[in-house]
């Protein structure tokens, strides 16, 4: 089976040059730089704008998922219901490609997690083109090998998937207040050596 068989693939919006931040209104953009390494977006990073072009495709939504069609890792980021901004019309920067799930007998938090995966991003990584900065053509991604079991093997893989990233957090935020530590004596030491010299 390949992605193409279980969802659409649709580049993001084809913003030309800078996209210009508009404060008041209520259509957002998602860039590489609203995404965490943690695979969570951040929604109050999205630049507020305006879409330069008449028609205006649809709406990101619950479920969806966004693919990085650019750099050395193309990472899968799903938009989650945590935290979703409900009032707001979200579309990707052209540095993605977008996700839209066709049958529901697949888990976007599963697929989300296989094209994170090692086979996936071989897959990419082998196919992709470019040589200062990588990407992938949409057919490419399209092709992508993705094996779909059973609803409940997709569910306990993606709570186990969930588990192992909290527990990666929680351990991220011991490494930085252990460093934070460190720094702040090795600070203190130095000043007291200045004081005494």
């Known amino acids: 089976m390949k992605l193409s068989d279980i969802a659409s693939v649709k580049p993001g919006y084809p913003f030309r040059g800078k996209i210009e931040e508009l404060k008041d209104s209520n259509v957002c953009v998602v860039q590489m730089k609203d ?19 008449k028609k205006s495709p649809p709406s990101l939504g619950i479920g969806d998922i966004l693919v990085a069609a650019r ?3 193309n990472y899968a980021v799903e938009i989650a219901e945590e935290g979703f901004p409900y009032n707001t019309e979200l579309h990707a920067a052209p540095q993605f490609y977008v996700l839209k799930i066709k049958p529901p007998n697949v888990d976007p938090s599963f697929l989300t997690w296989q094209l994170n995966q090692a086979p996936c991003q ?16 949409r057919n490419i ?14 569910t306990a893989i993606s709570n186990l998937a969930r588990t192992i990233k909290q527990e990666q957090q929680v351990m991220s935020e ?5 460093q934070t530590l460190m720094d702040a004596i090795a600070g203190d030491l130095l ?3 200045q004081r005494t010299a």
């Open 35 to 53: 995404v965490s390494p943690y695979g969570d977006i951040n929604w109050s990073s999205c630049t507020p704008t305006a879409l330069p072009g």
């Open 71 to 73: 750099g050395s890792h």
């Open 122 to 137: 071989r897959y990419l990584q082998k196919n992709a083109e470019g040589t200062l900065t990588k990407s992938i053509r």
């Open 141 to 154: 991604l399209e092709n992508t090998p993705i094996a779909v079991p059973d609803m409940a093997i997709q």
């Open 174 to 178: 011991i490494l930085d207040k252990n």
């Open 191 to 193: 000043n007291k050596a």
